[in-house]
């Protein structure tokens, strides 16, 4: 009796040692294939995480190329219209002043790296008769009276405002500026600054004259609007713009270099949309301590220019 219960506890000793080496045997096998899956896998896991960052870091850039953009779109789109397209005429036609944006080379210019854009914003209302008018005076009736906060009836000269000046391009001749000396109701009483005659024919629209001023400067792009004084910042992380007129071909074009937000992303190539090789070069490989991406925009100018019509 006791001899067989000795040899039972010997033979489950025995199947117990196995058992236990056959365990340490598979713990061997899968500490080897974890340390031979872990290194790919995190490497893996760690450029999905790169990725994500990228993708993210190049969309705040997008926004902030997006907002410049947005920011020029209606001023280039109405800039020139209603206004000579020759220099010398643009200033005959405001009276020859010396005072910015009335001295600029035309209604769109680019001088020292900034963009200089007049424009015509449109009112809403329209002449609701005929009018005619001379170098003194004119006094078309609108369809609704104008926003009084869109004059400035309180200088004696009244045409040294932006504010004052209107524009109704569907008069005869075209091209012709008129400063706002009176605002009655729905009547306006103009004055032209040329020594030529014009007609207003009945629902000729009513155009506010506007003018912009665009510059980077410390990271920020900004915009002088001439109705008030100084700069206004649009967007954050612009490093640069380079504006380019092609007057042939009326159309502008801009290039932009815009960082990222993500510190850690520092020293990648520039992403490039379009911009030349020149003006990637003002900003090397490992210059900024942000990722860099390059935007480059193209609009045609309808109304300015003396291929205008063409387009």
């Known amino acids: 009796m006791w001899l067989s219960f000795l040899k ?71 800039c020139g219209l209603g206004m000579p397209s020759n220099p010398s005429e643009y200033k005959k036609a405001f009276g020859s002043k010396l005072a910015a944006p009335f001295s600029w080379d035309g209604a769109v210019s680019v001088e020292g790296g900034r963009l200089r854009v007049a424009y015509a914003f449109p009112e809403g209302s329209r002449s609701s008769e005929p009018c005619a008018g001379s170098v003194y005076d004119a006094s078309p009736k609108l369809t609704r009276a104008p926003d009084s906060g869109s004059f400035d009836m309180g200088l004696w000269d009244k045409s040294s405002s932006v504010k004052n000046w209107v524009l109704f391009p569907d008069a005869y001749p075209e091209s012709a500026p008129l400063t706002v000396t009176n605002v009655s109701g729905s009547t306006l009483r103009l004055r032209s600054r040329t020594e030529e005659k014009y007609e207003i024919p009945k629902g000729a629209r009513l155009f506010l004259f506007r003018a912009l001023e665009c510059w980077t400067d410390g990271e920020k792009f900004y915009t002088r609007d001439f109705r008030t004084t100084g700069g206004q910042p649009r967007a954050d992380g612009v490093l640069g713009a380079r504006f380019e007129l092609n007057e042939e071909r009326n159309m502008l074009t801009l290039c932009l270099m815009v960082r990222g937000e993500d510190a850690g992303l520092a020293g990648t190539p520039v992403k490039n949309r379009g911009c030349p090789d020149d003006f990637l070069a003002l900003w090397p490989p490992g210059s900024h301590r942000y990722a860099l991406y390059a935007f480059r925009f193209v609009w045609r100018l309808p109304n300015a220019g003396l291929n205008a019509e063409a387009l």
Not at 19 to 24: D, Y
Not at 37 to 56: D, K, S, T
């Open 8 to 78: 039972r506890t010997c033979a489950e000793a025995a199947a117990s040692g196995r058992l236990r080496a056959f365990a340490t045997v598979e713990l061997i096998v899968a500490l080897t294939l974890a340390a031979a899956v872990a290194p790919p896998v995190f490497a893996g896991l760690r450029n999905a995480a790169r990725l994500y960052r990228l993708c993210r870091d190049e969309r705040v850039a997008e926004r902030r190329a997006g907002t410049v953009a947005a920011v020029l779109k209606m001023p280039l789109r109405f």
